[in-house]
């Protein structure tokens, strides 16, 4: 059967773009007739400071998202990257494999390292090498992400490539991205040209998967907008990003196409709009927070999950390192 991987860094609270981007995606790929396996990353998260503690609770709150949103520890692997070494042991063998000219060319490198390049850790240089390790590490066929992880991506094709050209070999498969639906990117709410991001220093820019039913109304009720009625078709759209994004997170959110939401709003004011969105971001995501808190108030029930998942994910990935180890040569 066809494999899924996909992972998500514990460095902050869950977003409505994450939800929509990935965990929505996750979730439906475990009901269809993939094997699934996902990963809160705490290795790639430590590329920029994280306070222990923060990391620790962020890691389990992480993983109540998921179970909360609907990824069954039954159905699904979940583990948390650092309890199964392979990522990190096949982290290292790719950086040998992929080329300084590729890493530099990694325009999330270029966001996060900002001006001063010089003082970003090595292991955010490096992080799409451990990225592709993630994937590769479970010889995974697709992988669920919003549309900023393409270029990641692509570079885990081309070390999957290298490697397998250097040694000549026919052992890491090419990778399928799965960027699907109308939420692959979901914009800040305060401006519509930059991502829905936790990093962003405005809360009021996003919802946080965290939030309550108020501040998910108040957020949606303050966002920007222009002051036309909606389009009733997808062409009017197009220079309008803040209504497009709200369009889109309807229609993602309703599981329904732009086109169909169009159909149905097309004419309406914001002021008539924006009510009816956040009673449905309400409907939608207030269970989840819900669940959320209800399952950070056992965390020695998600560790034990963890532990679980971790005992799977290993005898996937124990054999392919082991085979890889003796395809590079390594006595062992
Ligand atoms: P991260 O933690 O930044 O984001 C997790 C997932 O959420 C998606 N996403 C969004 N989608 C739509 N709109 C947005 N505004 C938005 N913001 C985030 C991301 O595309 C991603 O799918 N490098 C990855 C983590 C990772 C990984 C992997 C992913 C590590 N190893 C292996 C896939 C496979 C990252 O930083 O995601």
């Not at 094997?35 to 609770?57: F, G, K, N, S």
């Not at 850790?121 to 993630?134: K, R, T």
């Not at 070390?159 to 699907?180: L, Q, R, S």
């Not at 004419?267 to 269970?287: C, I, R």
Request: hydrophobic residues 40%.
């Amino acid at each position: 059967t066809p494999r899924v991987f996909s992972g998500i860094q514990p460095s902050g609270g869950l977003t409505l773009g994450n939800y929509l981007g990935a965990i929505k995606r996750f979730v439906q790929m475990q009901e269809e007739d993939f094997e699934t396996i996902y990963c809160m990353v705490d290795l790639h998260a430590i590329t920029v400071w994280q306070d222990p503690a923060d990391l620790t609770r962020n890691t389990r709150e992480l993983a109540a998202g998921f179970i909360a949103s609907g990824i069954s520890p039954e159905k699904s692997i979940l583990i948390n990257q650092s309890q199964v070494p392979e990522h990190a042991q096949l982290g290292w063998i790719f950086n040998c494999v992929a080329r300084m000219g590729w890493m530099k060319r990694m325009t999330q490198f270029k966001d996060k390292a900002g001006k001063n390049a010089e003082n970003a850790s090595l292991g955010l240089f490096g992080y799409p090498a451990l990225m592709a390790a993630d994937i590769l590490v479970y010889h995974a066929t697709h992988v669920p992400v919003g549309e900023d992880q393409k270029q990641h991506l692509e570079l885990t094709r081309d070390i999957a490539a290298k490697f397998n050209h250097d040694y000549g070999v026919d052992f890491f498969p090419m990778t399928e991205p799965v960027i699907e639906g109308a939420a692959t990117r979901v914009m800040s709410l305060r401006d519509g040209s930059k991502k829905m991001s936790k990093s962003d220093p405005s809360d009021a820019s996003r919802i946080n998967m965290t939030d309550d039913a108020d501040a998910i109304a108040k957020k949606i009720r303050k966002a920007k907008t222009d002051p036309d009625a909606l389009p009733s078709e997808v062409e009017g759209l197009a220079e309008r990003p803040e209504a497009r994004n709200l369009v889109n997170i309807f229609a993602a959110l309703s599981d329904r196409t732009v086109e169909d939401v169009l159909n149905e709003v097309g004419g309406q004011q914001f002021g008539t709009f924006k009510p009816l969105l956040a009673d449905l971001a309400v409907s939608k995501l207030a269970p989840i927070s819900t669940e959320m808190a209800r399952l950070m108030d056992d965390p020695a029930e998600i560790d034990r999950i963890l532990a679980k998942g971790a005992s799977q994910a290993r005898e996937i990935t124990a054999p392919i390192l082991k085979r890889t180890y003796e395809i590079v040569g390594m006595v062992g």
